[in-house]
């Protein structure tokens, strides 16, 4: 070792920029030029990027041949010479809101019950600015054939995803209970109180008297079954014109939905061309006239949330969607009636300014009486069921709020609560009971409704709503009345 080397390695380590500088920028300049073989022709555009590259990151590339061009004495970046740069360090890893994702939570923790004061004088950390309510801080449920969750996987990678069959099973051990029976069940009897509703349902299964005899001639040949005398009604008095005229309509309506049907299928259609081309159809179809006089109509509620996690059910490690549900049936008074000012009285004097689960300004003062849930026809059924568990937990909790802040006497029984869950071209009903003595939901299923892939099951589907608007308009719009507003329905024209 030389005296040089020895002076030179004492006062340490010499640094890159040192060393490019001590190197000519073109390989020419190089006395050894032909031993580099044939050049690759570079731009000066290339050049640059090369030696900026090489000069972030600190290092030479061991494969290069040719020294890279010296850096020149950049004291015009803002000052600084180039070796006074802040090094680049790695960033830590953050969510699209910018806070660090949360650790996931302990399956093993105890679950909380739900307060309904701090619903009340808390306002469950509402958030007056955020009229679309808070976010449910829950995660995502996995849904092979959601495009939503095609779309959103890269964010979800960092959360901890709980799968929809097991969320189905932790919801038996949620601060509110939650079990499926089947219809008929030994261990869990069906409600006395929906034993009409569903004979009646059953009653139109059979598919009889759908039809008005008035278009017998438009409909013969089309209907798709053998005997089309069945589905017609028994003639009682002549039909009026206007009648004739509704009943006329009826039928090229429920053509066309059944061609929409198909496209949907045919096309396969995401879930929003099914809401908008059939689902909020038939519900029109179904409710407009007689019972939207009744104060019976119905919302899309798909960008609808829980408005506070505190409704959720208490599952640790449960995941879920914030679009929850996709319609609802709901009471909507005329405007400026008594029941209307009446509702909207009741909902300013709540903290979070709702009646209902959720705060959606175009439902949070329509008391919603009927749920419903929608998939594609390969959608995930686990993930409706578990979707309509968390609606039906949330909406139990909240009339309780309700009653809690009602000053009327007397003690009143929760409600059932009807559910309709869509599958593709099939309709079904389910029924959510509360038991107070056990704090238990149960959830008895199925009733078939109809089905939109033929002309008879859509008219069957049509009259399974109405019978629907009918329990709406009898039995839940007068307990709700009742119950939440402290009010005799009959002073309001409403109910028996």
């Given at each position: 070792m030389t005296g040089s080397d020895i002076r030179s390695e004492r006062s340490g380590p010499r640094s890159i920029e040192t060393w490019l500088s001590e190197h000519p920028e073109f390989p020419e300049h190089y006395e050894h030029t032909a031993c580099l073989g044939k050049q690759r022709k570079r731009t000066k555009a290339t050049r640059a990027i090369g030696s900026s590259k090489r000069r972030a990151l600190g290092i030479i590339q061991p494969n290069a041949m040719a020294p890279p061009s010296p850096t020149k004495n950049n004291t015009g970046i803002k000052g600084k010479q180039a070796s006074q740069r802040t090094p680049i360090t790695p960033k830590t890893s953050r969510t699209r809101s910018g806070k660090q994702p949360e650790p996931p939570e302990d399956p093993e923790a105890t679950p909380r019950a739900i307060s309904h004061h701090s619903i009340l004088t808390n306002t469950l950390r509402f958030d007056p600015r955020d009229q679309a309510g808070a976010e449910v801080e829950a995660g995502n449920l996995e849904d092979d054939h959601s495009e939503e969750s095609k779309q959103e996987?890269?964010?979800?990678?960092?959360?901890?995803?709980?799968?929809?069959?097991?969320?189905?099973?932790?919801?038996?051990?949620?601060?509110?209970?939650?079990q499926l029976a089947k219809i008929p069940s030994s261990d869990y009897p069906f409600p006395s109180a929906a034993q009409s509703l569903r004979n009646d349902l059953r009653a139109l299964q059979k598919r009889q008297g759908l039809l008005d005899i008035s278009i017998r001639e438009i409909a013969k040949g089309k209907l798709g079954?053998?005997?089309?005398?069945?589905?017609?009604?028994?003639?009682?008095?002549?039909?009026?014109?206007?009648?004739?005229?509704?009943?006329?309509?009826?039928?090229h309506n429920v053509l066309e939905i059944e061609s929409?049907?198909?496209?949907?299928?045919v096309e396969d259609d995401a879930e929003a061309s099914w809401n908008t081309e059939v689902h909020s159809r038939i519900l029109r179809e179904a409710l407009r006239g007689h019972w939207r006089s009744k104060n019976i109509w119905y919302k899309d509620i798909t960008t609808?949330?829980?408005?506070?996690?505190?409704?959720?059910?208490?599952?640790?490690?449960?995941?879920?969607?914030?679009?929850?549900?996709d319609f609802a049936i709901i009471v909507r008074p005329p405007v400026s009636s008594v029941l209307d000012g009446a509702i909207k009285m009741k909902c300013a004097s709540m903290p979070p300014k709702t009646i209902n689960q959720t705060d959606a300004p175009y439902v949070r003062n329509k008391p919603i009486a009927i749920s419903m849930e929608v998939k594609r026809p390969a959608g995930n059924e686990d993930i409706a069921v578990v979707e309509l568990q968390t609606w039906v937990t949330a909406h139990y909790k909240m009339l309780k709020v309700l009653l809690d802040s009602n000053d009327a006497p007397g003690t009143f029984e929760l409600p059932i609560l009807p559910l309709v869950q869509v599958q593709g071209h099939t309709w079904n009903l389910w029924i959510a009971e509360y038991k107070e003595t056990e704090d238990q939901i149960i959830i008895h299923r199925k009733i078939s409704l109809g089905s939109t892939d033929e002309v008879v099951g859509i008219y069957q589907l049509i009259a399974s709503v109405q019978r629907l608007a009918q329990w709406v308009a009898e039995e839940y719009q007068p307990w709700w009345i009742k119950a939440v507003l402290g009010v005799d329905p009959k002073t309001l024209g409403v109910g028996s």
């Amino acid at each position: 070792m030389t005296g040089s080397d020895i002076r030179s390695e004492r006062s340490g380590p010499r640094s890159i920029e040192t060393w490019l500088s001590e190197h000519p920028e073109f390989p020419e300049h190089y006395e050894h030029t032909a031993c580099l073989g044939k050049q690759r022709k570079r731009t000066k555009a290339t050049r640059a990027i090369g030696s900026s590259k090489r000069r972030a990151l600190g290092i030479i590339q061991p494969n290069a041949m040719a020294p890279p061009s010296p850096t020149k004495n950049n004291t015009g970046i803002k000052g600084k010479q180039a070796s006074q740069r802040t090094p680049i360090t790695p960033k830590t890893s953050r969510t699209r809101s910018g806070k660090q994702p949360e650790p996931p939570e302990d399956p093993e923790a105890t679950p909380r019950a739900i307060s309904h004061h701090s619903i009340l004088t808390n306002t469950l950390r509402f958030d007056p600015r955020d009229q679309a309510g808070a976010e449910v801080e829950a995660g995502n449920l996995e849904d092979d054939h959601s495009e939503e969750s095609k779309q959103e996987s890269s964010t979800r990678s960092s959360q901890r995803s709980l799968s929809p069959r097991k969320a189905r099973a932790y919801m038996q051990d949620a601060d509110i209970s939650v079990q499926l029976a089947k219809i008929p069940s030994s261990d869990y009897p069906f409600p006395s109180a929906a034993q009409s509703l569903r004979n009646d349902l059953r009653a139109l299964q059979k598919r009889q008297g759908l039809l008005d005899i008035s278009i017998r001639e438009i409909a013969k040949g089309k209907l798709g079954i053998d005997d089309e005398d069945a589905v017609y009604k028994t003639p009682e008095s002549t039909v009026s014109p206007e009648e004739s005229f509704r009943y006329l309509r009826t039928w090229h309506n429920v053509l066309e939905i059944e061609s929409a049907a198909e496209e949907c299928e045919v096309e396969d259609d995401a879930e929003a061309s099914w809401n908008t081309e059939v689902h909020s159809r038939i519900l029109r179809e179904a409710l407009r006239g007689h019972w939207r006089s009744k104060n019976i109509w119905y919302k899309d509620i798909t960008t609808a949330k829980i408005f506070d996690k505190e409704l959720l059910p208490k599952v640790p490690g449960l995941s879920a969607k914030n679009k929850l549900v996709d319609f609802a049936i709901i009471v909507r008074p005329p405007v400026s009636s008594v029941l209307d000012g009446a509702i909207k009285m009741k909902c300013a004097s709540m903290p979070p300014k709702t009646i209902n689960q959720t705060d959606a300004p175009y439902v949070r003062n329509k008391p919603i009486a009927i749920s419903m849930e929608v998939k594609r026809p390969a959608g995930n059924e686990d993930i409706a069921v578990v979707e309509l568990q968390t609606w039906v937990t949330a909406h139990y909790k909240m009339l309780k709020v309700l009653l809690d802040s009602n000053d009327a006497p007397g003690t009143f029984e929760l409600p059932i609560l009807p559910l309709v869950q869509v599958q593709g071209h099939t309709w079904n009903l389910w029924i959510a009971e509360y038991k107070e003595t056990e704090d238990q939901i149960i959830i008895h299923r199925k009733i078939s409704l109809g089905s939109t892939d033929e002309v008879v099951g859509i008219y069957q589907l049509i009259a399974s709503v109405q019978r629907l608007a009918q329990w709406v308009a009898e039995e839940y719009q007068p307990w709700w009345i009742k119950a939440v507003l402290g009010v005799d329905p009959k002073t309001l024209g409403v109910g028996s």
